[in-house]
């Protein structure tokens, strides 16, 4: 059989572009509704304080600077606008943050007077901070809670200009504002813009597409950042504690992606498992419409409902393929994606072993099914059956001896 020769890098970036298409999939007879409210500085901080906002536990880490906080204090202070909070409400009446993570947390430090105490490793890992078992405690604050995982050190906030040729330093700390200063500054108000959405089935799916507007400008969010910070439940727990603490996962797959990717690709694993099943010895793809993000969310929608037997389930099934994965080089999400399918089909106790992803990467037939429009339901099911198929065939004729 003709041998193929592909960079995986090209296989991955065509992967990456076809998970991240946009979902135009869109929801009828919605209403949406926005209620707005105009906070004083000083009370949105104290509300912060005491969790009543909260920041979802996997968007992306706190990377504001020490010069950025000083900047916002800066619009605080001269009551320039400052871009609105927005927020829904979860089910414990908390208001969660979909837009203004960076914002509230700055201006928090600044209230404080405070600062990440390491001043080389700045970013605080929202997910760390708020799983922290401490955080349903009525007595807990923010504060106690960012300063048990992030010691926290007392820092000046100033204001530099140029005066005269010569640089001139301003001390704006809030602590040192003078008394009229300080009673402006708290009374100024921010905007807080409270999301509701009147269909419960469809909310998390629209908060989704709310979360992917407002986050258009600037850096913009990746389909599975946008997915962390809207499907907060028992699964996107499994999935993230398995990415962050299973030693032989960061083995097959490497470093964490900065945008997620690896619990996306986990995330794909478990929506394959769900949706497509082994029928007369073929694979049959069901509810897949030629579209990854749309599928994923549509997976999203349904796991925040599994009860802990489901989400022990899959886990289990994972963290399976993961001890039969033995591999040294990278293998590609789209052929660990159709090995995973396909471990679940076949039993047998064996060994996933590198010649035999090589052998599979490198064939003709099924690099078909990966290059070029890889997302069509042609060639998803192929790309499944072929490896469903070859992995079949080498247990069934290596029974007893690992696969290498």
Request: charged share 30%.
């Amino acid at each position: 059989m003709e041998q193929m020769n592909f960079n995986i890098e090209d296989i991955e970036k065509q992967d990456e572009a076809l998970t991240e298409q946009k979902d135009y999939s869109f929801i009828e007879n919605t209403n949406v509704t926005q209620y707005k409210a105009d906070l004083a500085f000083k009370t949105l901080i104290d509300g912060f304080d005491e969790l009543l906002y909260v920041i979802p536990k996997y968007q992306r880490k706190y990377i504001w600077s020490k010069e950025q906080v000083e900047n916002l204090a800066i619009s605080l202070i001269r009551g320039l606008p400052i871009p609105p909070i927005y927020v829904y409400r979860n089910e414990k009446k908390q208001m969660e943050i979909l837009d203004g993570q960076q914002r509230i947390l700055s201006l928090f430090l600044y209230y404080k007077g405070k600062y990440i105490k390491n001043s080389t490793n700045t970013q605080v890992e929202l997910q760390r901070l708020m799983s922290d078992q401490r955080f349903n405690r009525a007595e807990i604050s923010f504060e106690k809670l960012l300063e048990g995982q992030y010691p926290l050190k007392d820092v000046t906030y100033e204001l530099r200009y140029r005066e005269d040729n010569k640089e001139k330093v301003i001390d704006i700390s809030y602590a040192q504002l003078t008394k009229e200063i300080r009673r402006t500054v708290d009374f100024t108000t921010i905007s807080v813009i409270e999301i509701k959405v009147d269909a419960k089935n469809e909310k998390n799916r629209i908060l989704y597409k709310i979360f992917e507007n407002l986050n258009s400008g600037g850096t913009e969010l990746k389909n599975q950042e946008l997915r962390n910070g809207v499907y907060q439940c028992k699964f996107y727990d499994m999935l993230h504690e398995i990415n962050n603490t299973n030693e032989k996962w960061r083995k097959i797959y490497g470093e964490k992606h900065k945008h997620s990717r690896d619990v996306e690709l986990l995330l794909r694993f478990a929506a394959v498992e769900h949706y497509f099943k082994l029928e007369d010895d073929s694979i049959k793809l069901y509810n897949y419409e030629n579209s990854y993000p749309k599928f994923l969310n549509d997976f999203s929608d349904e796991v925040i409902h599994f009860d802990e037997g489901t989400v022990n389930m899959y886990r289990k099934n994972i963290e399976r393929f993961i001890d039969i994965i033995e591999v040294g080089d990278r293998v590609a999400n789209l052929l660990l994606e159709s090995l995973y399918l396909a471990s679940t089909c076949v039993d047998g106790d064996y060994i996933i072993g590198n010649d035999f992803c090589k052998k599979i990467a490198q064939n003709h037939s099924y690099s078909s099914y990966i290059l070029n429009s890889s997302s069509t339901k042609s060639k998803v099911q192929g790309r499944f059956n072929y490896v469903y198929r070859k992995l079949s065939k080498y247990v069934d004729g290596n029974k007893g001896q690992n696969i290498k």
